[in-house]
């Protein structure tokens, strides 16, 4: 079993920035291949961000590439997404997600696990 809870999530003006954490129990969270997800109503939940284990490969969507930017704290069990420039596209639940394995995954249905979902709201 492996327990993941997102933070962060809130309403900020296009521009803005916001920082989404992602605790997880239940498993050395080294061990975990992790990544960012979300998903706006209507629409389907896409990729946006995916780090390895270790933290030494990371992966982001071309939409936002140059504005996020993933990480890890193996030693706090939390990951991150840190948003910068965001926009109204941008708006969506984002869900916090995980897998057994060194390797970097980009399909959602590759990950087992999965946080409750934060909602990010980017106001024009």
């Known amino acids: 079993q492996v327990q993941l809870i997102e933070f962060g999530g809130g309403l900020v003006q296009a521009g803005g920035s916001l920082r989404l954490s992602c605790a997880a129990s239940?498993?050395?969270?080294?061990?975990?291949?992790m990544a960012w997800f979300r998903q706006a109503p209507g629409l389907e939940r896409g990729l946006v961000a995916a780090?390895?284990?270790?933290?030494?490969?990371?992966y982001y969507s071309d939409t936002v590439k140059g504005r996020f930017t993933i990480s890890r704290d193996n030693a706090k069990n939390t990951m991150y997404l840190q948003m910068n420039s965001l926009t109204p596209e941008d708006t969506a639940v984002y869900y916090c997600?995980?897998?057994?394995?060194?390797?970097?995954?980009?399909?959602?249905?590759?990950?087992?696990?999965w946080g409750q979902g934060t909602q990010v709201s980017v106001s024009s």
């Open positions: 997600a995980a897998r057994s394995g060194g390797s970097l995954w980009r399909n959602k249905d590759e990950y087992n696990y």
């Open positions: 239940g498993r050395t969270f080294s061990r975990l291949s």
């Open positions: 780090i390895s284990g270790s933290g030494s490969i990371t």
